[in-house]
């Protein structure tokens, strides 16, 4: 049984040990996409590069002000609308993870400017809706309280902060043009969110998901109505990752309700590089 097939109890030291789970990998456990071109997350010294924000809103959820990074794309301009993809991080990052560690929008201005992208904004939001929403000391990483931010921050993004940037920003209010995806637990965040609230989505990518991944039959209860409405399901996972049990199981799930989607397997652990790899592939597919 995949271990995302039913909803886990996971202790603090389970889930350390979660990493080094046996790989075990299936026929179609294999890469789509070759790896990203040298120098792909890497600042252009010749081409146009978006800026980076911080953006704070107020949440209903935790009580407090909270903050999110934000990326407007080159030439970003009030006389238009533009597609958003809400960028989710894991279990010991916070809102600068996909910039700091991962380059996001190094990786995102090199597709806009060579022109294989659609000029997006994105949102890193803190994906830990607790009133104290730093990272926790590395011995409260994997405790209930910090995962169970991971969980509060449905309701923090879909009725505080997807608003909030929409009122900020010249954001396109249609839902085939919001995007959500996420690496490890933020991958799982992006899954659940995602596949649920499909009148707010209509691209969905998890990378590396963690299992705080809802239960394949919860994710996608009505495949007929899951194919009518997604334009994108991404999926990936390193092939040395302890981890990838999870995606397995939901990419098995989807091929037998007969759901497209993306499986993409490469050759990492849980690690920047897929996840880098993997933005720059999803990222080329979106809002088109």
Same mark, same amino acid.
């Given at each position: %049984? !995949?271990?995302?097939?039913?909803?886990? &109890?996971? *202790?603090?030291?389970?889930?350390r040990?979660?990493?080094?789970r046996?790989?075990?990998?299936?026929?179609?456990?294999?890469?789509?996409?070759? $790896?990203a071109?040298?120098?792909?997350?890497k600042?252009?010294?010749?081409?146009?590069a978006?800026?980076?924000?911080?953006f704070?809103?107020? *949440?209903?959820?935790t009580?407090?002000?909270?903050?999110?990074?934000?990326?407007?794309?080159?030439?970003?301009?009030?006389?238009?609308?533009?597609?958003?993809?809400?960028?989710?991080?894991?279990?010991?990052?916070?809102e600068?993870?996909?910039?700091?560690?991962?380059?996001?929008?190094?990786?995102?201005?090199n597709?806009?400017?060579?022109?294989? *992208?659609v000029? %997006?904004?994105?949102? %890193?939001?803190n994906?830990?809706?607790?009133?104290?929403?730093?990272?926790?000391?590395?011995?409260?990483?994997? *405790?209930?309280?910090?995962?169970?931010?991971?969980?509060?921050?449905?309701?923090?993004?879909? $009725?505080?902060?997807?608003?909030?940037?929409?009122?900020?920003?010249?954001?396109?209010?249609?839902?085939?043009?919001r995007?959500?995806?996420?690496?490890? %637990?933020?991958g799982?965040?992006?899954?659940? !969110?995602?596949?649920?609230?499909l009148?707010t989505?209509?691209?969905?990518?998890g !990378?590396?998901?963690?299992?705080?991944?809802?239960?394949?039959?919860?994710?996608?209860?009505?495949?007929?109505t899951?194919?009518?409405?997604?334009?994108?399901?991404?999926?990936?996972?390193?092939n040395?990752?302890?981890?990838?049990?999870?995606?397995q199981?939901?990419?098995?799930?989807?091929?037998? &309700?007969?759901?497209?989607?993306?499986?993409?397997?490469?050759?990492?652990?849980?690690?920047?590089e897929?996840?880098?790899?993997?933005?720059?592939?999803?990222?080329?597919?979106?809002?088109?």
């Amino acid at each position: %049984m !995949f271990a995302q097939d039913k909803p886990e &109890q996971v *202790s603090p030291e389970r889930a350390r040990a979660n990493f080094g789970r046996p790989v075990v990998l299936a026929a179609d456990d294999v890469r789509m996409f070759p $790896d990203a071109p040298a120098g792909f997350d890497k600042s252009s010294t010749n081409g146009l590069a978006g800026r980076i924000e911080v953006f704070e809103y107020d *949440s209903t959820v935790t009580g407090t002000r909270r903050k999110a990074v934000v990326y407007l794309p080159p030439n970003y301009s009030s006389d238009k609308k533009h597609p958003v993809l809400y960028l989710l991080h894991g279990i010991a990052g916070n809102e600068w993870e996909w910039k700091g560690y991962v380059h996001a929008d190094a990786v995102v201005d090199n597709l806009i400017n060579d022109g294989k *992208s659609v000029p %997006m904004i994105i949102v %890193m939001p803190n994906g830990r809706a607790l009133a104290e929403d730093r990272v926790p000391a590395q011995d409260k990483i994997y *405790s209930p309280e910090n995962s169970g931010g991971f969980a509060k921050f449905e309701r923090d993004l879909l $009725d505080c902060l997807i608003p909030a940037i929409q009122a900020k920003y010249s954001a396109s209010t249609n839902r085939e043009q919001r995007a959500i995806a996420g690496l490890s %637990m933020g991958g799982g965040q992006a899954l659940n !969110f995602g596949l649920t609230h499909l009148d707010t989505f209509a691209w969905v990518a998890g !990378f590396s998901s963690a299992p705080n991944t809802k239960p394949s039959a919860e994710l996608v209860p009505d495949p007929a109505t899951t194919r009518a409405q997604l334009k994108l399901l991404y999926l990936s996972c390193g092939n040395k990752d302890g981890l990838i049990s999870v995606s397995q199981g939901v990419h098995v799930y989807l091929k037998q &309700q007969n759901v497209p989607h993306i499986w993409n397997v490469d050759d990492h652990t849980h690690d920047r590089e897929t996840w880098a790899s993997n933005l720059y592939y999803f990222a080329q597919r979106i809002f088109r």
